[in-house]
């Protein structure tokens, strides 16, 4: 089975503080995204990659930035957490055949 | 560009009795559609997905699909609703971006299943 693993479930962090969420995925998937859920405005792509080195972005990538240096890891970097980055943030990988999430980590800035 | 709507955000039906959940998309190319399931506090699982092959799709669970391009839709069935299938369903379009894919989400259906 594919596995995308993320590094953390459950995340708390500060106010102006540096976040780093990881994502780790064990299929040579060349596309790899990132997507915040939040109730009431379901999920929003806020980067994605298509191969190492490579990125795009979504719909929301304000306060975001990403890095792709090895083509099974995908990273997503808060420069600077606010409150209003406080949501569930899931990875996931895959190509037009299909695609597998990982279990999601819960942020909360406080 | 792509879309999907979800046309129910929340649907209830009592256990036992069939389960119909909505899906129309637009999209530009023939798409990759899929249905991924969501429990409470848990990631994305994948049920069933259209990739241009058989229009009527089997996924886990017992669930079901059938992709009808006239219609644009995609809808979601299951002949009996176990209290198990109560989650978020979401429909979603892959479509190619450039060198990649890119999916779009609908915007989601609460499945609520009564005893």
């Known amino acids: 089975d594919v596995k995308v693993t993320q590094s953390s479930r459950y995340l708390v962090k500060r106010t102006g503080e540096k976040v780093f969420l990881e994502c780790v995925q064990d299929?040579?998937?060349?596309?790899m995204f990132w997507y915040r859920q939040d109730p009431g405005l379901g999920l929003r792509l806020i980067y994605f990659?298509?191969?190492?080195?490579?990125?795009e972005k979504g719909d929301i990538p304000e306060g975001y930035s990403v890095s792709r240096e090895k083509k099974e890891r995908f990273s997503l970097i808060l420069e600077s957490a606010s409150t209003n980055q406080t949501s569930m943030y899931l990875c996931?990988?895959?190509?037009?055949?299909?695609?597998?999430f990982g279990s999601g980590t819960r942020l909360t800035v406080v | 560009a792509q879309s999907v709507t979800q046309l129910d955000s929340h649907v209830s039906v009592s256990e036992g009795t069939p389960v119909l959940l909505r899906c129309n998309y637009s999209?530009?190319?023939?798409?990759?559609l899929f249905w991924y399931v969501q429990h409470p506090n848990k990631g994305l699982q994948l049920l069933l997905k259209?990739?241009?092959?058989?229009?009527l799709v089997k996924g886990i669970n017992g669930f079901e699909a059938e992709f009808k391009k006239s219609e644009t839709s995609f809808h979601l069935t299951k002949p009996s609703a176990h209290m198990s299938d109560a989650a978020e369903y979401f429909c979603?379009?892959?479509?190619?971006?450039?060198?990649?894919?890119?999916?779009?989400f609908g915007g989601g259906t609460r499945l609520m299943v009564k005893p």
């Open positions: 299929m040579d998937h060349e596309n």
């Open positions: 996931a990988s895959g190509a037009g055949y299909g695609y597998t």
């Open positions: 979603v379009v892959s479509h190619s971006l450039g060198a990649g894919n890119m999916l779009t």
């Open positions: 259209y990739t241009s092959a058989a229009t």
């Open positions: 990659s298509y191969d190492v080195k490579m990125k």
């Open positions: 999209s530009s190319y023939s798409p990759s």
